[in-house]
């Protein structure tokens, strides 16, 4: 019995596998590659740029509520294979037109394409007597490693091998619609209900779980805000040069790659609760004083890292595991719908917030601000868990 909890289907390794393929060519295009293609081959715009960025992330957002309760009705290899595929027309529209409104909704339209794949895979954690955090944690595995092996193949390929480059982005994309259709055909739900009964039960779901939203909204916020800034800082205050911070974003996302691999043990046998709240007490004091006390030497910087890295690994699979114990049952694609959708609106919020204090009050204010606010989730996640006990 106990081998069979931890192994992993075919249909399932085939859904984190299509999970990292997707991440794969996302964060290796609009990361890494788009920018400059957009901006010198395409001749686009830097404000163009950036407002199909920010298109192409908001369309995945505002899209996986419906894309939510699609997969909670429908099979889930037919509703990713149809989003894949309408996905895969987007990236062909956003790499090949010169006209900025074209490739505005070919990035729209791939942002819908892309909403339904994470929502089947966080939706698909207790299946075949799987244990959420062990889940969660292979699954942000795949996403980091496509993410990492994207950015580092499309930097190194993409100054002397463009077309080569985006050849093999469509190629990969490709892949992950073929491999989606192995993925299985069992709903969400596993049976649909009439609209009204799930219009009520996320109603009620909403009403009890207001706080959670609220903390999601933060947590990605208060992440988020580092976004813009922290290669400004790694420059002008850590004194950093572009190899040393590939170098160490690098080396701080493979050791939480190593951490999750651990963490996910761990909440599975301790509880979400204890690890999501240690995870959030330490993500917010290494940021702030990574930002208000820089390091002197590489070896406090890599402890430093090091602490926001075991932090990162456990808030990860924690936080999903202890979502996945309050969400309906029989309704877990739209309540998580609803829930990415609020981590969502504080990734697009973030950023705006960062680069706001960071005008006005300098960088290391941002960093304090952002540790300030994780840490305060921590202990508003213990306060809330200890009067839960209570009563």
């Known amino acids: 019995m106990k081998t069979n909890k931890t192994k992993l289907s075919f249909s399932r390794f085939l859904l984190l596998l299509s999970l990292g393929l997707v991440e794969f060519v996302r964060g290796g295009f609009f990361i890494a590659l788009y920018p400059l293609y957009a901006t010198n081959v395409l001749k686009l715009s830097v404000a163009w740029v950036g407002v199909i960025l920010s298109s192409h992330y908001l369309a995945e957002t505002l899209c996986k509520p419906l894309a939510g309760v699609i997969l909670d009705r429908y099979p889930r290899r037919n509703v990713l294979g149809f989003a894949l595929a309408l996905g895969l027309l987007g990236l062909l529209a956003t790499v090949s037109v010169k006209y900025p409104l074209l490739g505005l909704i070919g990035a729209i339209i791939w942002g819908a394409g892309a909403s339904p794949i994470w929502l089947a895979v966080l939706g698909a954690g207790k299946e075949d007597g799987e244990r959420q955090g062990r889940w969660m944690s292979r699954a942000y595995t795949f996403w980091l490693i496509g993410i990492g092996l994207s950015m580092l193949l499309v930097n190194v390929l993409m100054q002397n091998y463009l077309w080569l480059v985006l050849t093999m982005l469509v190629g990969v994309w490709i892949l992950a619609t073929i491999a989606v259709t192995g993925t299985g055909r069992r709903t969400m739900a596993g049976a649909s209900r009439k609209k009204q009964v799930w219009a009520k039960e996320m109603a009620s779901f909403l009403r009890r779980q207001w706080s959670v939203f609220g903390g999601v909204l933060l947590q990605t916020m208060a992440a988020s805000m580092l976004i813009p800034i922290l290669p400004l800082f790694a420059r002008k205050i850590l004194g950093l040069s572009n190899i040393q911070y590939t170098i160490a974003l690098a080396g701080g996302g493979g050791f939480a790659v190593l951490v999750m691999l651990l963490t996910g043990r761990v909440v599975d046998r301790a509880g ?17 004083l990574l930002g208000n006390h820089p390091p002197s030497s590489i070896v406090l910087m890599l402890l430093i890292l090091t602490v926001l890295s075991m932090g990162y690994g456990l808030v990860l699979p924690a936080w999903n595991t202890f979502v996945a114990t309050i969400i309906p049952s029989g309704r877990q694609a739209s309540a998580w ?3 990415t959708t609020a981590e969502g609106v504080g990734v697009s919020v973030g950023p705006a917030f960062g680069g706001v204090i960071s005008d006005a009050y300098g960088l290391p204010a941002a960093f304090l601000v952002s540790g300030i606010v994780l840490a305060l989730l921590g202990v508003f996640y213990a306060l809330r868990f200890y009067f839960q006990v209570q009563s």
Not at 272 to 288: I, K, M, T, Y
């Open 272 to 288: 979400p609760r204890r690890s999501l709240v240690l995870g959030f007490l330490l993500c917010g004091s290494g940021v702030a």
């Open 337 to 339: 719908g609803l829930y």
